[in-house]
């Protein structure tokens, strides 16, 4: 199972992503994008991507309160200290 990660939300000011850029994680090891890919919200998915291909979000406490099908994490910038930009990924299996 392949998974989409879709920024939803940006707090802040990100100078990577905008709302609604995505990226396709295929086969539980490949990164497949168009985009530039943030080190830092990357790190973000690591703990839980792999999981995510084979579980239900609300397993790991990471579905969402509208869609009980889809995880969102975020990258660890605390953007109002930083003046850099929190990202909330939603994650959602694709395929």
């Known amino acids: 199972m392949d998974l989409k990660v879709r920024v939803k939300e ?3 000011n ?3 992503y905008r709302v609604g ?5 295929k086969a539980g090891y490949q990164l497949v ?5 943030c080190m830092h919200g990357l790190a973000a998915l690591m703990p839980y991507y ?4 084979v579980s239900e979000p609300n397993q790991w406490g990471l579905d969402g309160k509208e869609d009980k099908s889809k995880a969102y994490v975020h990258c660890p910038d ?3 200290h930083t003046g850099g930009g929190t990202v909330i990924f939603e994650i959602s ?3």
């Open 10 to 12: 940006i707090k802040g």
């Open 14 to 16: 990100c100078p990577t």
């Open 21 to 25: 850029d995505s990226f396709i994680l």
């Open 33 to 37: 994008s168009e985009i530039p890919v």
């Open 50 to 53: 792999n999981a995510l291909r």
């Open 78 to 80: 605390p953007s109002d």
């Open 93 to 95: 299996k694709v395929g």
